[in-house]
């Protein structure tokens, strides 16, 4: 069983910066792939950035250039840095790992409220 604890959401002003980190209880080599997805109210949850055990990432469109996911081997943790935050971007963060069967396991989430 792997777990997930995301934290670092909360409230910040257009323009600004946060950085979320999922710290997970498995080594980056037990893992296909692991990534952040999102939901806002009333919407699918969608894929933020991914990133895979060989450190290869990937990006939704309306957040390339602004997020930025890595990760840190020796605390199993991964990061999303996010800059020049827009209101559009409220929503509730998801960590997520793909373990190498393919099993998708989630975290609880942590809200990101962009608003002035």
């Known amino acids: 069983q792997v777990q997930l604890a995301e934290s670092g959401g909360g409230l910040v002003q257009p323009g600004g910066s946060l950085r979320l980190a999922c710290a997970h209880s498995r080594n980056f080599f037990s893992f296909n792939h692991m990534g952040w997805y999102r939901q806002a109210p009333g919407k699918e949850r969608e894929l933020v950035a991914r990133?895979?055990?060989?450190?290869?990432?990937n990006y939704a469109d309306s957040v390339a250039g602004r997020f930025t996911i890595s990760r840190d081997n020796a605390k199993n943790t991964v990061y999303l840095q996010m800059n020049s935050l827009k209101p559009e971007d409220t929503a509730v963060y998801y960590c997520n790992l793909v373990d190498l069967g393919g099993r998708n396991y989630w975290g609880k989430g942590t809200l990101v409220t962009v608003s002035s």
């Open positions: 990133i895979t055990r060989g450190s290869g990432a």
